[in-house]
């Protein structure tokens, strides 16, 4: 079987293996990009709506899972925004601000991977399409890449950046994981996170489709959306990673939750409007109309014509839900869990097991919220591996 060596092997073209790749060239000429689908950064595309949330405003690692911190923190004291924005500006990109997040000033993820592309044509750095990672082996000081097509490639150092699990369907399927199984190092189990949730309710059944704002648990505010399923919007989103960790990976078999339907009433002003109905007799299958949605009215008939207004107020503004499940990987935005940050080196994310092993992306198990905070980790973390 014909090798061909390469200095550097990175396996994956998403955001941290092109960042990776492009810092790695600054040493070497040999490196190479393996990737699985035929077509790099399918995520990016994806990314903040087909937008690409380049980055968050507040650019900070106390916003990533607890047990990443530490590796976060030195991963941003060599490329913090500062060095993220100098980077893209170098490639011809700018940025702008909105609300909490920023984007790229043509407002489209093309154009991010576009000038990325560019940057990988300028430095000669190959990528090879449809190169689906089979197993990786270190011999004889240098790696030795197999794919499933039969082809082999040995390189000196490999940059990891196969993504988690989420939406396989943009390149991440968790071969990954084994890869790095295989070279000795442990995983953290891989759960769905920013993903909706199951649950199964009798008034629910009467809002499918139906958007309101609400706000979970007293802290996750935004959209909620009653689906045939359960539960999805942005505002469960936000707080779909405990609750997916809990389920799926400390196996509890359900998790409570609490939701304000009514956001936009205090408990006081929807208690006088819930009694100034009861007392002009307003009609119960109308109760809440001006309040929520039409279709509420059905959906709590029963609760408008028997509860008391204190209780009423109680039930919209504390509205209890069990929840039973997340929905799958083809659905889940983020993976949470990975490889064990304890089993990485801070500051460079070489391997503590393999030396000329590094990590970067989704792979390791670092997961931030929605905003933009899981690509800047990408970026990051590739730019810092791709420094070797």
């Not at 043509?106 to 090879?128: F, P």
């Not at 359900?254 to 009514?262: G, K, Q």
């Not at 504390?318 to 949470?336: H, N, Q």
């Amino acid at each position: 079987m014909q090798q061909t060596e390469y200095s550097v092997a990175i396996i994956g073209a998403g955001a941290s293996g092109i960042t990776a790749a492009i810092n790695a060239s600054q040493s070497t000429s040999s490196v190479i990009i393996l990737e699985r689908l035929l077509t790099a950064g399918k995520k990016i595309l994806a990314s903040g709506g087909g937008r690409c949330n380049i980055l968050p405003v507040n650019f900070n690692a106390q916003a990533y899972n607890l047990e990443a911190i530490p590796l976060v923190k030195s991963i941003f004291a060599k490329f913090g925004y500062a060095e993220i924005e100098k980077f893209f500006k170098g490639l011809g990109l700018n940025f702008y601000t909105e609300g909490k997040r920023i984007f790229p000033v043509t407002n489209q993820a093309s154009s991010v991977l576009k000038l990325l592309e560019l940057e990988l044509k300028r430095k000669n750095i190959k990528i090879e399409p449809g190169f689906c990672v089979q197993d990786i082996n270190f011999s004889q000081g240098a790696f030795v890449i197999k794919s499933a097509q039969g082809k082999s490639i040995r390189a000196k150092n490999v940059i990891l950046c196969a993504g988690g699990e989420s939406y396989t369907a943009l390149g991440s399927d968790g071969s990954g994981f084994k890869l790095a199984k295989k070279l000795g190092h442990s995983i953290v189990e891989p759960v769905p996170a920013a993903v909706a949730l199951v649950n199964k309710d009798k008034h629910f059944h009467f809002l499918q489709g139906q958007k309101i704002d609400a706000c979970v648990n007293l802290r996750s505010e935004g959209d909620l959306l009653f689906t045939k399923y359960g539960l999805s919007g942005t505002a469960i989103l936000d707080i779909s990673r405990e609750v997916s960790v809990a389920l799926n990976r400390d196996k509890v078999k359900s998790v409570h939750l609490e939701i304000d339907l009514v956001v936009h009433f205090l408990p006081k002003t929807l208690f006088d409007e819930f009694q100034r109905r009861k007392e002009i007799n307003w009609p119960k299958d109308e109760f809440l109309s001006g309040i929520l949605p039409n279709k509420f009215n059905l959906a709590f008939k029963e609760e408008c014509g028997k509860l008391n207004s204190q209780e009423l107020v109680d039930l919209l503004k504390k509205y209890p839900v069990e929840i039973t499940g997340t929905r799958g990987w083809s659905e889940a935005e983020f993976t949470a869990g990975g490889v064990n940050c304890e089993e990485v080196k801070s500051g460079t994310l070489e391997s503590k097991l393999v030396p000329g092993l590094y990590f970067a992306g989704e792979i390791l198990d670092v997961d931030g919220p929605r905003g933009g905070y899981n690509l800047a980790w990408a970026w990051a973390s590739g730019l810092v591996s791709g420094l070797l």
